[in-house]
């Protein structure tokens, strides 16, 4: 009989990770469920959220009859992510909480606490993803002889640790594990990587896991609920009034209460008009909010961008890249985005010029840009600058043709002589 190797399980009191949690009992891990706390926050209606979730996480190991535990790390939270967003929208641009709560508290503090502290072998979540390392010995339980030693001692450092879209095409959650430190990710395991959500709703419902089974699925930023976002915001930054302003012609559209409150490609809110006009641009220095009309206007389409210091999940960045400094690869900046072919530019600071094989709408200073090569996540880097947007490309060559026109032709070479 082999050695039973402890797992804690991250519970967030929903179907996913009660699922996940359900997996590493049939497969013979001992097993103990953590909720974490990240953050104080009532809804419009006044209810904490995060209580139901957490009774949910709770009832949840009662079914399954594992321990239950749960941590506080609101103020950590608080210093390392939430922090973080206010100071990335007063800049005028559009933080990713999702990805900085999984890099800084679930494989970072988390992390720790269940190697350390719960003196645990392996966390687990409920992501849909997959590990280069899943099908190793030592994450097999069936079939294995019988070990020495502590199970977390066993992790060798040898070829780096992979992250590889899940099973499920339209549930792979890699993108929001692209900022997590190869050391967390040799410690962690995705029960539902081979599985589809489908399958695991049934495996809940078969184990009478019925209290998670019509939650919906949270969407957007978690500890918003309900709220209107430009509501939650100024309740943390101060009121910076400013003019919405035509792309087109400079006209003054309208005001705003603050370009922190309004994301690229958002339908902007102007009374009187008949046709939704949509945020194109930010000018953070003058308050100006730059809007055109149509969804899907020309200075919403842009094809290059350079982020922050990327990334990499393996730590060092691929040997093509280094060797060549360029590779083609695949990008995304929102979770279920259809891949982009694309090719990337390494820079002497470890960022990135990322040029798409074609325009994408409303990319996003502030989000994260990631890369994928052959169903593999690469990693992520901040998206920090935009390269010019086909509406200012096209002004460009209206320009130029404009002075062209002006000059006269050109004298062809004179005639030569027979």
């Known amino acids: 009989m082999g050695v039973i190797r402890h797992v804690v399980c991250a519970m967030s009191g929903g179907v996913d990770s009660s699922v996940a949690a359900l997996l590493l009992k049939r497969m013979g891990y001992h097993v103990s469920g953590v909720f974490m706390k990240n953050l104080d926050s009532l809804d419009e209606k006044g209810v904490c ?31 390392e992510v939430f922090s973080d967003l206010l100071s990335e929208y007063e800049k005028g641009r559009t933080p990713n909480p999702d990805i ?79 900022q997590i430190s190869q050391e967390a990710l040799r410690h962690t395991m995705f029960p539902l990587a081979g599985l589809t959500k489908d399958f695991v709703k049934k495996m809940a419902a078969q184990a009478g896991l019925h209290h998670v089974l019509t939650k919906k699925e949270s969407m957007g930023i978690c500890f918003i609920g309900e709220r209107n976002f430009e509501d939650f915001i100024l309740e943390y930054l101060e009121p910076q009034p400013g003019d919405l302003v035509s792309v087109e012609d400079g006209a003054v559209m309208g005001r705003h209460r603050g370009w922190f409150t309004l994301t690229l490609g958002q339908r902007a809110r102007i009374g009187g008009l008949k046709d939704p006009w949509f ?21 919403l389409f842009r094809d290059t961008l350079q982020t922050g210091r990327f990334h990499w999940i393996t730590v ?48 996003t200073p502030g989000q994260f840009a990631v890369l994928y090569r052959g169903g593999e996540c690469l990693g992520s880097g ?17 320009r130029m043709a404009a002075a062209a026109s002006l000059v006269g032709p050109r004298p062809g070479p004179p005639d030569q002589a027979s």
């Open 49 to 79: 959220t995060s209580d139901k979730d957490c009774e949910d996480a709770y009832l949840s190991c009662q079914v399954l009859g594992i321990p239950f535990h749960q941590v506080p790390y609101v103020k950590e939270y608080w210093n």
């Open 279 to 299: 945020v194109v641009d930010k000018d953070v220095t003058t308050g100006e909010v730059f809007v055109g009309p149509t969804t899907n206007h020309p200075a």
């Open 100 to 178: 900085l709560c999984n890099k800084h508290i679930k494989f970072k503090h988390f992390c720790k606490h269940a190697l350390n502290t719960l003196d645990d072998d392996a966390m687990a979540t409920g992501h849909y993803a997959r590990t280069s390392q899943e099908d190793e010995e030592m994450f097999r339980q069936k079939n294995v002889a019988p070990l020495t030693g502590r199970f977390k001692d066993r992790f060798e450092v040898r070829n780096p640790v992979r992250l590889h879209q899940g099973a499920d095409p339209f549930k792979d959650q890699t993108f929001f594990l692209s």
């Open 316 to 363: 060092d960045p691929p040997p093509v890249l280094v060797k060549t400094q360029m590779m083609d690869c695949h990008f995304r900046f929102i979770h279920q985005m259809p891949l982009t072919p694309c090719t990337v530019t390494l820079n002497m600071d470890g960022s990135l010029w990322i040029t798409l094989s074609q325009p994408i709408r409303a990319i």
């Open 382 to 398: 901040r998206i920090l600058r935009l390269g010019p947007s086909q509406h200012t490309l096209q002004l460009g060559r209206e």
